[in-house]
């Protein structure tokens, strides 16, 4: 037996019709009459009525679709987005399916803000922790800002010596700097708020009118809304940044100039709360700029107390320093030399030049420490010997381990007929070299014990004289321990530096350590090294005499007890 399936009446599918939550709209294919319109399509489309042409219908792309013998169409009709789509049902009819796409459109819309919004942070963080320069940092915020936030945007720093610094950015225009009176913070409503550290002012309440004339040229346009907020920093703001949105109906925007991309729209609260996100982004890089900039001035003002002394200008002998610090950037090291001229304290001149233990900044501290004792004992009128003893007492009865030194210590007298008595003292530093005006090298004698690590030290002075033209060398062990050469790990060497000082016989100081310092720089080619300070001092050439026999010869009389034709004298 076969089964009758049963087949719905007119009037049940009329109810089913009309009883359906989607737009429905029947037409006749023959003529696009609207047969039926269901109550979702007579809610969604009002004025769309049984036995009205399709082609008339009131909403126009919907008509356009009909009449083209579209299958779909969009619309954005009183305040709806709206979606059609045709689907034939048989040959003489087909329908139009309609729906409200506006939630969808508005998450979509939600959406693809919340992801711009997170691109600008994202390219903004990036953007604002790639430097440290704190004009830099303040030029990208204000140029993120004027792009992304609003027409124009300033940052205005806290006051300092009754001044603010600003950086603004207006549209078409390069970013411009400058500095404002403390007092005219107050004339841009809200400003001295967040500058002083209170909450900021809602823009809704803020008056757009009030803005100062400096603070916006009359050339960007009347502003129509205004936002202060403060660039958060450490425990006190960096600034406050301040965001313009003008009327671009008022045609103030110049030929050429881009127009407002925010029309007369005011700060919406989604745009504050973005602004507060980036204000907080910003305010930390200044902040860190802003401390990287005063660790540097710190630095800069200590490390100029740490900085090899100029030298004075001396009469009858010259002098000439160099000095490298093993790492470039920090320019300091626990290498020095120092300098005492002729005063009260004495008439003769006293050099030094150390080797404190290690390298880097606790190197150079150490090296000040050791460089202001000096100075000190020079003003007591101490000699060498008494220097080396006293700085090595005041080491070793510090209350904390210290790093050992390693010094030379000179006192330079004019001598007669244009030569120079030099009294050296050494405590366990690299004996000083001796440039004869004939290219011979000699070793001065002085020897001692290491500063800082005994309590009671052994020193053992020499004394040498330079003729007219000879040179004196002091230098540190970095000099000759410099690592290079074929196979990269061999040291420079004394024999090397000897030989490299014999060749500059009659050369000036200056030029005598500047070709020492190029040899080494070539050896090491590069490579990692230690610090190295040096000191020359050198008898100026004496012309010679037109008097036959006139004059002293050009040797010194001075014999030692380790060489007796060499003019070194070790002291009893």
């Known amino acids: 037996m076969v089964s009758r399936v049963p087949v719905a009446s007119p009037l049940l599918m009329h109810a089913a019709f009309e009883a359906a939550s989607e737009a429905m709209v029947l037409c006749s294919t023959a003529d696009d009459t609207v047969l039926l319109a269901n109550p979702a399509a007579g809610a969604l489309v009002p004025g769309l009525r049984p036995g009205d042409p399709l082609t008339a219908a009131p909403l126009p792309e919907l008509a356009a679709a009909a009449a083209s013998g579209g299958d779909s169409f969009r619309s954005h009709h009183q305040g709806r987005f709206l979606y059609g789509l045709r689907r034939p049902l048989d040959d003489d009819?087909?329908?139009?399916?309609?729906?409200?796409?506006?939630?969808?459109?508005?998450?979509?819309?939600?959406?693809?803000?919340?992801?711009?919004?997170?691109?600008?942070?994202?390219?903004?963080?990036?953007?604002?922790?790639?430097?440290?320069?704190?004009?830099?940092?303040?030029?990208?915020?204000?140029?993120?800002?004027?792009?992304?936030?609003?027409?124009?945007?300033?940052?205005?720093?806290?006051?300092?010596?009754?001044?603010?610094?600003?950086?603004?950015?207006?549209?078409?225009?390069?970013?411009?700097?400058?500095?404002?009176?403390?007092?005219?913070?107050?004339?841009?409503?809200?400003?001295?708020?967040?500058?002083?550290?209170?909450?900021?002012?809602?823009?809704?309440?803020?008056?757009?009118?009030?803005?100062?004339?400096?603070?916006?040229?009359?050339?960007?346009g009347p502003v129509s809304a205004l936002l202060v907020t403060p660039l958060p920093g450490n425990a006190e703001p960096a600034g406050a940044l301040i965001l313009a949105r003008v009327d671009a109906s008022s045609g103030a925007f110049s030929p050429g100039t881009p127009s407002s991309a925010f029309g007369t729209a005011g700060f919406s609260p989604e745009d504050e709360a973005l602004t507060r996100v980036f204000a907080t982004r910003?305010?930390?890089?200044?902040?860190?700029?802003?401390?990287?900039?005063?660790?540097?001035?710190?630095?800069?003002?200590?490390?100029?107390?740490?900085?090899?002394?100029?030298?004075?200008?001396t009469d009858g002998f010259e002098l000439a320093g160099s000095y490298q610090a093993a790492r470039e950037s920090m320019l300091v090291g626990g290498d020095f030399y120092e300098v005492f001229g002729p005063s009260e304290a004495g008439a003769d001149t006293v050099v030094a030049l150390g080797?404190?233990?290690?390298?880097?900044?606790?190197?150079?501290?150490?090296?000040?420490?050791?460089?202001?004792?000096?100075?000190?004992?020079?003003l007591v009128k101490a000699g060498p010997e008494t220097m080396l003893r006293v700085l090595n007492q005041a080491l070793t009865e510090a209350g904390r381990r210290q790093r050992f030194v390693t010094l030379v210590i000179g006192s330079i007298m004019r001598a007669d007929h244009g030569r120079l008595r030099l009294e050296l003292v050494s405590?366990?530093?690299?004996?000083?070299?001796?440039?004869?005006?004939?290219?011979?090298?000699?070793?001065?004698?002085?020897?001692?014990?290491?500063?800082?690590?005994?309590?009671?030290?052994?020193?053992?002075?020499?004394?040498?004289?330079?003729?007219?033209?000879?040179?004196?060398?002091?230098?540190?062990?970095?000099?000759?321990?410099?690592?290079g050469g074929p196979a990269g790990a061999e040291q420079f060497g004394e024999a090397r530096l000897r030989r490299a000082l014999g060749e500059c016989a009659g050369l000036p100081g200056a030029v005598t350590l500047e070709r020492l310092r190029q040899l080494v720089s070539d050896w090491v080619r590069g490579g990692p090294g230690d610090d190295i300070a040096m000191l020359a001092i050198r008898a100026h050439t004496r012309p010679?005499?037109?008097?036959?026999g006139g004059g002293a010869p050009n040797q010194s009389p001075y014999l030692t007890a380790a060489r007796r034709d060499r003019r070194i004298r070790p002291r009893a």
């Open 282 to 313: 910003a305010g930390a890089a200044l902040a860190a700029a802003m401390l990287y900039q005063e660790q540097v001035d710190t630095a800069a003002v200590l490390r100029a107390d740490l900085l090899p002394p100029e030298l004075p200008e």
């Open 355 to 378: 080797d404190v233990c290690g390298t880097g900044p606790e190197a150079a501290v150490m090296t000040g420490k050791v460089r202001q004792t000096l100075r000190a004992l020079r």
């Open 93 to 220: 009819h087909y329908a139009w399916f309609v729906r409200d796409d506006t939630g969808e459109r508005d998450r979509t819309t939600a959406l693809e803000a919340e992801r711009a919004r997170a691109a600008f942070l994202a390219e903004a963080g990036r953007r604002l922790s790639a430097s440290l320069h704190l004009r830099r940092v303040r030029r990208t915020t204000v140029q993120l800002a004027a792009e992304h936030l609003a027409d124009a945007a300033v940052v205005i720093l806290p006051p300092e010596k009754r001044h603010s610094a600003f950086t603004r950015a207006l549209p078409g225009h390069a970013i411009e700097e400058g500095t404002l009176a403390e007092h005219q913070l107050a004339e841009v409503p809200g400003l001295r708020e967040v500058i002083d550290g209170f909450p900021p002012i809602p823009s809704r309440w803020l008056d757009a009118s009030q803005v100062p004339g400096w603070l916006f040229p009359a050339a960007l």
């Open 427 to 483: 405590g366990g530093h690299p004996p000083p070299l001796v440039l004869r005006a004939d290219g011979t090298v000699e070793e001065v004698p002085a020897s001692g014990t290491l500063i800082g690590v005994m309590a009671r030290t052994s020193v053992r002075p020499a004394t040498v004289e330079l003729a007219p033209g000879e040179l004196c060398l002091l230098y540190s062990d970095g000099l000759t321990e410099a690592r």
């Open 544 to 548: 010679p005499l037109s008097l036959r």
